[in-house]
């Protein structure tokens, strides 16, 4: 339905990158089993890279000659693609690096994307292999559409582009004490959520938001653009550097305004030179030391259980967090728990997302807004941010969504 802009011509070349450490640790058997010879028989030729070590992929998508490849793939869980992403839009090149059509294979614990792509097409749910196999044939039939991204800015000046979710309190809690039970693979979140049940606390902070219906126009390229290469691209510049020419301010300043966080939580890329700010300015944001714009919406509520902006239907293979949510909707579909509510309800909430039943349940505790751009300032000195399930540096963040900026083979 919708949203195919471009197919993958053939023969093609893909670079699948393979994370063996993700999941129960099988990623590279698990592609040799069922993906090998299905990609032999769709005329895909590709090149097979196995990560040695986190942010390895990143490295080598802000580095590699793109024109090779055809397709950028991943076999793992949502943290290698979030790390490819990210390269990309490292990039000097990024307007057409981020425009090479990505693919998703779930060989991770966490296979957010993976299940959402494979809910859009209206299927019946399945998971673990059966959903490996089904994003294989995708992969083969190599259908592209577009990929909203968001850009998340962080106090440090900071930003990064996610693809699945910027979450706050117990979901992102789970999310980091989960990964310890990787080894029982998709389940880990529901082992997480129980154990982080048991101590159930309050997380305050303050939360504000653009709600979709008050902005005018959601920024995305104007025009849809094909796959094969040049000829198209510069509708996309063009309509970028409008984008560009309408807000350069923000910009400046994110980069201009450094400061270091020193907190418990080791920040993903401590360690690694900054890398030069790329990508498109956030039209929508003001610097995070001035307030938000008046137009925004400020939340009443100070104390929270969870906060999550997602931008995909999955959070999980089994949690179904925004069902309404598509690839290119423009939208942040932002979901919060105010504090308050019993864990029976928060368990019975939990067991509702996983058919995605979790917004009809008419708690009074929960809230469901679409929106394009929001920021969290949590009070407490120490805690977790996590973006598509990754632990980022902890602080205030606040983001905007930019719709179709990236390209996925999915349908
Ligand atoms: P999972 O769903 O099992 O968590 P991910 O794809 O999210 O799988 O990967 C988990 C983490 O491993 C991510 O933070 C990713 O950046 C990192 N990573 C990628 N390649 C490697 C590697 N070769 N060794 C260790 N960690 C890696
Ligand atoms: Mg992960």
New binding site residues.
């Given amino acids: 339905p919708g949203g195919v802009c471009a197919e993958v011509r053939r023969p093609c070349r893909f670079l699948v990158l393979i ?6 640790g099988q990623a590279q058997a698990m592609f040799n089993n069922h993906i090998q010879h299905m990609l032999q028989e769709a005329d895909i030729t590709y090149t097979l890279q ?9 490295e080598m998508v802000r580095e590699a000659d793109l024109s090779q490849w055809d397709a950028v793939v ?1 076999m ?8 490819v992403v990210n390269g990309l839009m490292e990039r000097e090149d990024w307007e057409k690096a981020i425009q090479t059509p990505l693919g998703v294979l779930p ?5 957010a994307l993976a299940a959402s792509i494979h809910y859009y097409t209206g299927a019946q749910p399945v998971s673990g292999e059966d959903l490996l196999v089904n994003c294989g044939f995708m992969l083969c039939k190599g259908l592209v559409s577009h990929l909203d991204l968001t850009s998340v800015c962080m106090a440090s000046s900071q930003r990064l582009f996610s693809f699945l979710s910027l979450a706050w309190g117990f979901v992102a809690d789970v999310d980091i004490e989960s ?1 310890k039970y ?1 080894y029982v693979g998709a389940a ?1 979140f529901t082992m997480g959520t129980l154990v982080r049940l048991t101590s159930l606390r309050v997380y305050k902070g303050k939360l504000a938001y653009l709600p979709a219906e008050e902005s005018q126009f959601p920024p995305s390229p104007a025009q849809p653009v094909s796959f094969t290469n040049d000829s198209n691209s510069s509708s996309v510049h063009s309509s970028i550097h409008s984008h560009l020419s309408r807000n350069s301010n923000c910009q400046n300043h994110l980069l201009h305004n450094s400061c270091n966080s020193n907190n418990a939580h080791k920040p ?1 890329f401590n360690g690694q030179p900054p890398v030069t700010t790329q990508g498109p300015p956030d039209s929508l944001l003001v610097p995070l030391d001035q307030p938000v714009p008046a137009h925004w919406t400020v939340v009443k509520e100070e104390d929270f259980v969870l906060v999550m902006a997602v931008y995909q239907s999955h959070l999980a293979e089994d949690l179904i967090a925004a069902p309404a949510s598509r690839l290119e909707d423009g939208i942040i579909h932002l979901i919060y728990v105010k504090a308050g509510i019993s864990r029976q309800a928060l368990l019975r909430l939990f067991l509702a997302m996983e058919k995605g039943a979790h917004l009809s349940t008419n708690c009074p505790f929960v809230v469901y807004v679409k929106v394009r751009a929001l920021r969290l300032e949590p009070y407490s000195p120490k805690g977790t941010i996590t973006v ?3 632990v980022v540096e902890y602080g205030p963040v606040q983001a905007q969504i930019y719709g179709r900026l990236a390209r996925i083979i999915a349908g």
């Fill in positions: 994370n063996p450490q993700s999941g129960k196995i990560t040695e070590r986190q942010n390895h992929a990143r991943i793992s869980g949502d943290g290698l693609l979030f790390e060989g991770g614990s966490g296979n990964e990787r880990r993903k598509d399930g990754e």
